[in-house]
């Protein structure tokens, strides 16, 4: 699948893994999107990035469970900060463990998708293909202002 459309913004991964962090970095990196990419190993680090950065964010795919704040918290705080909502921010999680209901409490929190980790290059690519294909094509409210074709 060839990107058709490049996605404008800052991709956001959160996860205490420096294996997903590497897998990340070459999935984004073959997809010439290298520069766009933003890895924090935690949820209060991301936090910090969240409310200080003026970039704009394309998506945010983190990890279910880490220590300390984890993946539901992080969005609940998210959720709960009216500056950081507005941002109306993509979020998606990925997780080796998926059970019913962690994905049900995911979903709750008005997630855009609940993704299994991939096991190599490939399939972590393809899945950001896939995400990229769908939010290049929504309207979101940062485009407000700006000329939508």
């Not at 984890?70 to 998210?78: F, M, Y």
């Not at 109306?88 to 979903?107: D, G, R, T, W």
Request: charged share 30%; hydrophobic share 40%; proline share 3%.
């Amino acid at each position: 699948m060839e990107l058709t459309n490049k996605p404008r913004g800052k991709f956001i991964l959160v996860d205490d893994d420096a294996d997903e962090h590497e897998l990340f970095a070459m999935s984004i990196g073959s997809l010439g999107l290298g520069s766009q990419l933003k890895s924090f190993k935690n949820a209060h680090e991301t936090l910090e990035y969240l409310k200080t950065t003026k970039d704009d964010i394309f998506v945010l795919i983190c990890d279910m469970n880490m220590p300390g704040m984890d993946g539901l918290d992080l969005k609940r705080v998210i959720d709960g900060t009216p500056e950081l909502r507005m941002k109306s921010i993509p979020f998606f999680f990925h997780s080796n463990n998926s059970s019913v209901a962690e994905i049900k409490a995911a979903y709750a929190q008005n997630i855009r998708g609940y993704l299994r980790k991939a096991t190599d290059i490939d399939g972590t690519t393809e899945s950001l293909k896939k995400i990229i294909a769908l939010w290049t094509d929504c309207i979101h409210p940062k485009d407000f202002g700006r000329t939508i074709h």
